[in-house]
């Protein structure tokens, strides 16, 4: 499974290419949207998995959706809403948020952006400490394998 995983702390990156490659995905590493873009542009068929980092810096995003990302708190839900969920919205059971702001965003888009709760109802939302435990994760390897058979 070709997995696109859009993350900005090099250990997380590392832990999770980790993992996938031990479970016999292909990972697609990006630090930035920038780079994430690029690597869209690149696969004409997307990818089977994204898994992003709520968290990180706004740069690349689009000065139209920057207000929108609350100062970089949520642009990785941004990124993946404008970007992929947009022109494929059944690729959420595809996607993986993950972050130690997950309430904060929950609370946020849940109760203000009907389309952001009905895609995020179908996306796996992983904690700051799920992600510490990724090997671990039972969450993660069963939506892994929910993906994978869907494809």
Request: hydrophobic share 35%.
């Amino acid at each position: 499974m070709r997995v696109l995983m859009l993350e900005d702390r090099h250990e997380i990156m590392d832990a999770f290419t980790e993992l996938l490659g031990g479970l016999g995905h292909e990972v697609c590493p990006c630090c930035d949207v920038y780079e994430a873009d690029e690597r869209l542009q690149e696969q004409e068929q997307g990818f089977d998995c994204y898994i992003v980092d709520l968290a990180m810096s706004t740069d690349g995003l689009g000065a139209e959706f920057v207000s929108d990302a609350h100062r970089g708190y949520f642009t990785g839900w941004v990124w993946l809403r404008t970007r992929v969920l947009s022109g494929h919205p059944e690729y959420a059971k595809r996607c993986i948020l993950c972050s130690g702001y997950i309430d904060a965003f929950k609370g946020e888009y849940l109760s203000t952006d009907k389309d952001a709760k009905k895609l995020l109802c179908e996306v796996l939302l992983l904690s700051k400490q799920e992600i510490g435990e990724i090997n671990k994760s039972e969450k993660l390897k069963k939506r892994l394998a929910d993906i994978e058979k869907s494809i």
